[in-house]
């Protein structure tokens, strides 16, 4: 037989060695050129399938003209037996299936939940005995968990959460912490219960509604106050809410999600009706508003033009800007407060976006 | 005098030339399977490594040799179906299979 075809179907052997030793080197190639010299990805791969082209072409034409490595007088096909290549093929078969059907994001769901329920667990046992060290390096830990379940929104245990939210805050109370510490576990409980929330929305444990139903419509101006007395998940799409009065959340949990206000009166927009009653406020941009901070979680949120209130209640801003705003009430009572003028010069006049929480 | 010459049963030819043919696209398949599984493994490991809080340069770099895996296999699977297509293309079945008889 010719030797062009007795490579492709006689001589098993010599080319999956030409396809082993092609891809090897066309491997480290690609490994060299993305891993130390940081190339662009496209290109490299582009430029290994050509290397692996190119050798393997040359493997063939060296095949065909018979040069020494390749003068076999025999064509020697493969030493692996069909029942034990088809006993890997069905394993192989049965470990992607086992992923499809199992889902990989359950399975880390699995592997997070169990790192929360030891977490919880340890931190109440240990945490009185531990130096500030490894407070960090826990709240590291939760850092790690919120990120990883945030970007590949994995379904993570929402009593999970909110339990571990609940047990890192009992512990940053305590008077032994430096302020960054305090200030990083701060900011990771807001975060774990931002994640909570959203986690209880997914699971239908607190019920999601639009803008629309809140409305009652499609017009978004709100000239009444709107008391909100039940769980919600209010769930916009960068919506406008015109604000000529308020929204009073009254012994519930409020989550307000990509909802934009602009104010219209000195009336805060969101306003918290006495103990049990929670808000939270995340990526949205609040305009031309008088509002208090007080007893509200604002995470990723922009204040424009507006004039900033503060009671000096418990104050939770993650990732906050202030543009164009009258500060001077806030300023004045963290002065007060904090005791700290630069602290309170970095919280109100930095213009970049600001994480920080002082709990009464 | 010249001896008569049976031809061979349907099932003679199917076994010496069809199902031995068969069974070498079918090895070489569950190889470059066997393969392909590689990468879907190492993508595996990656979440779960993710889901255990492991350091972002391990996961670039397991990343990385993820992709370059998947593009070798996918370059090899078009090479090695290609060289096969003008195997066919150039001599025919008949031919390739003339040595087995």
Known sequence: ?360 | MVKKVMPPTFWQLYKDHVRSRGALLLGDATILFVLVVGPIILLIAIQVMEAFGAQKIYLNVAETIDSIWLVLLVGLVCLDSLGKFIVISFFSWREVLKNKL
């Open chain 1, 1 to 360: 037989m010719n030797r062009f075809a007795a490579f492709f179907f006689e001589d098993q052997a010599v080319r999956w060695k030409v396809y082993g030793t092609s891809s090897g080197v066309a491997f480290i190639y690609a490994l060299v050129n993305l891993l130390i010299l940081h190339r662009e990805e496209k290109i490299v791969g582009v430029e290994t399938v050509g290397i692996l082209l190119v050798l393997i072409s040359l493997s063939i034409v060296a095949y065909v003209a018979r040069v020494r490595i390749f003068d076999e007088a025999t064509a020697r096909p493969l030493k692996i037996s069909s029942a034990r290549l088809g006993l890997v093929g069905v394993f192989a078969t049965a470990l992607i299936a086992f992923a499809y059907f199992t889902g990989i994001p359950r399975m880390q769901a699995a592997i997070l939940d169990f790192r929360l329920e030891r977490f919880n667990s340890r931190w109440t046992v240990y945490a009185a005995y531990q130096p500030e060290q490894q407070l960090q390096t826990r709240v590291r830990t939760i850092n790690s968990i919120v990120e990883t379940s945030s970007r590949n929104q994995i379904p993570v245990d929402s009593n999970l959460l909110a339990g571990a939210q609940t047990v890192l805050s009992n512990e940053l109370k305590g008077p032994s912490l430096s302020a960054k510490t305090k200030q990083a576990g701060w900011a990771a409980a807001i975060d774990l219960q931002s994640l909570a929330y959203t986690r209880l929305a997914q699971t239908g444990a607190v019920p999601t509604v639009s803008p629309r139903q809140i409305a009652n419509g499609p017009s978004y101006h709100f000239e009444s106050p709107v008391v909100l007395a039940d769980n919600l998940y209010i769930k916009g799409d960068h919506s406008v809410f015109t604000m000529d009065s308020e929204f009073v959340v009254s012994r519930a949990t409020v989550v307000f999600d990509s909802i934009d206000f602009v104010g219209g009166t000195s009336e805060s927009p969101i306003e918290i009706d006495g103990a049990g009653s929670n808000a939270l406020v995340r990526d949205s941009i609040m305009r031309n508003v008088t509002q208090y901070l007080d007893g509200v979680i604002w995470v990723d949120v922009r204040f424009e033009n507006s004039k900033i209130m503060y009671h000096d209640g418990p104050l939770r801003l993650r990732n906050v800007t202030f543009k164009d705003c009258d500060l001077s009430e806030l300023e004045m009572a963290l002065g007060i407060l904090l005791k700290n003028p630069e602290l309170v010069a970095s919280i109100t006049q930095s213009g970049q976006p600001v994480s920080f929480t002082y709990e009464p």
